[in-house]
């Protein structure tokens, strides 16, 4: 394609215009800085126009356009992926952001979501009707991205993980057409959607099982720093054997008043009176500065961690599956978080648990099924020169957190780490999902993303069929 000093030629731009109802932003225009942000403020990339479908026909078309002019593609649901591969340089960004039904049936407990959601316009629509299902914990955040992931949340010892709970989800593919993904139809898509992330096709619609939710038994406690080796191997030993309904969550930050804390974030999905019980020994066995666990509607919950990740910011995030909070474990975090350079950083452990993690690792993509934390650095600062500390701290502590963590890591915490990280985060499943990548994306179009390479040594015949 011939690129003008704007990026589209202007015969091109006519044809994309014409062929989508929805709206196409192109450097220079009014918006075009707003529609190509994304969560982190690291990434500040220029795609040549970004596609703002107003429906499923329209991300067809904007498939068609891409290959027919030999164009990349980037695919952005919530924007919230650290690794911001939603934006692309000279690309063309098809924002899914726009796209927002969604459809309860309170009968069959089900939803059918579009992908521009975000979780907490998900949940204001099934908590209508004391509804809800796995998502994650920060209302900002997409579904998209995060259940084509896996989706770690405050319901997944109880419901599992979001990809769990997927019934069906339409998926635009490379070739332009549109499956029906589900255990009945195109039944080895289904199970690469289920963790492999966007490698296979747009995802334009998504059904979820629904699970009776209202009010939780919910809250934190927090601790001092210094009282983190008697907290955290208490915590460790009690939330092993806690029953499923219970979730949990550890953060080891700075609290507002510039004290180094952690804190334990509980969700209780089960009768309130119970979760008392089962709490009962958590909130005693220290006192804690502050004990906020009460029954909260599940909704307040979800968004109680908002204002902690405001978009914009600068983030720098390393992650892996830590299975046991070890005392030499637990040595390292807290001489690291002593020395945290920003404030605004936390270190985060999500509790990996019950259903969600007795789960059969090769039953979906998403292969880390054991009960276990999903340990993530999250770093964030405001000064673009106060980055390079923040990298260095951050590397530095994942450095020596590695004696304590799996090679493995969950695909959506993953930054740009390069090929042998996207293998690690999918283990034994890798090859079966290249397999799959080889049915459905040949030709790779769907490559900004956390990339599995189509298999070039599995024969055409070897692959896995095609079913419509
Ligand atoms: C503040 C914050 C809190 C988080 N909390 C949690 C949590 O509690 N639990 C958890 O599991 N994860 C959590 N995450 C990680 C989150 O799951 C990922 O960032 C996820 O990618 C977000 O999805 P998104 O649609 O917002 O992202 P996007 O950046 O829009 O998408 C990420 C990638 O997914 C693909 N994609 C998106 N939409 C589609 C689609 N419709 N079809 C095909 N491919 C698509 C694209 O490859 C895209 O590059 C959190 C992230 C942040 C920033």
Not at 107 to 122: I, S
Not at 188 to 201: K, P, S
Not at 276 to 282: A, N, R, S
């Amino acid at each position: 394609m011939t690129l003008d000093v704007d990026g589209v030629a202007s015969s091109v731009r006519h044809e994309l215009e014409s062929g989508v109802q929805g709206d196409v932003v192109y450097p220079g225009d009014r918006g075009y800085d707003r529609v190509r942000a994304v969560f982190n403020g690291m990434i500040d990339r220029r795609p040549l126009a970004v596609v703002r479908p107003a429906d499923t026909s329209d991300v067809i078309r904007c498939i068609e356009f891409v290959r027919r002019h030999d164009l990349p593609l980037s695919v952005r649901g919530g924007g919230h992926s650290v690794a911001g591969h939603a934006v692309r340089d000279d690309a063309i960004m098809l924002d899914l952001s726009g796209m927002k039904a969604v459809q309860v049936d309170p009968e069959a407990r089900t939803v059918r979501a579009d992908p521009g959601l975000t979780l907490g316009e998900f949940d204001r629509a099934t908590q209508a009707v004391g509804l809800a299902t796995t998502l994650g914990v920060v209302s900002v955040t997409g579904i998209a991205g995060l259940t084509l992931g896996g989706g770690l949340g405050w319901l997944n010892g109880r419901y599992g993980l979001a990809c769990d709970n997927l019934i069906s989800a339409d998926v635009a593919t490379a070739d332009g057409q549109l499956l029906r993904a589900s255990a009945q139809q195109n039944a080895d898509l289904f199970w690469g959607i289920r963790g492999g992330g966007g490698n296979f096709g747009v995802a334009t619609s998504f059904e979820y099982q629904l699970h009776p939710v209202d009010v939780v038994l919910a809250g934190g406690l927090s601790f001092p720093l210094i009282a983190a080796p008697q907290v955290l191997r208490f915590y460790d030993d009690f939330v092993k054997a806690a029953p499923d309904e219970l979730s949990t969550a550890v953060s080891l930050a700075l609290n507002p008043t510039g004290e180094h804390t952690v804190s334990i974030v509980v969700c209780y999905c089960g009768p309130i009176d119970e979760g008392e019980k089962v709490l009962h020994p958590l909130r005693t066995f220290q006192s804690p500065i502050v004990d906020w666990i009460q029954p909260l509607p599940y909704a307040a919950l979800q968004s109680a961690n908002d204002e902690r990740f405001p978009s914009g910011r600068l983030h720098y995030w390393k992650s892996g599956w830590l299975p046991d909070l070890t005392d030499g474990a637990i040595e390292t975090l807290m001489q690291f978080v002593a020395h945290m350079p920003s404030s605004a950083s936390s270190v985060g452990l999500q509790q990996m648990h019950g259903v969600a993690s007795r789960i059969a690792p090769s039953a979906t993509a998403f292969p880390h099924r054991a009960e276990q934390y999903d340990f993530l650095i999250l770093s964030q600062w405001s000064d673009a020169t106060d980055s390079d500390r923040n990298v260095e701290w951050t590397k530095a502590l994942f450095q020596a957190m590695q004696p304590h963590l799996e090679e493995s890591v969950y695909v959506n915490n993953l930054g740009d780490e390069g090929p042998e990280r996207v293998q690690a985060a999918y283990g034994d499943n890798y090859s079966r999902l290249a397999a799959i990548k080889g049915t459905y994306d040949p030709d790779n179009l769907f490559r900004a993303n956390q990339n599995i390479n189509p298999n070039p040594f599995v024969e055409r015949s070897d692959r896995v069929p095609r079913r419509t």
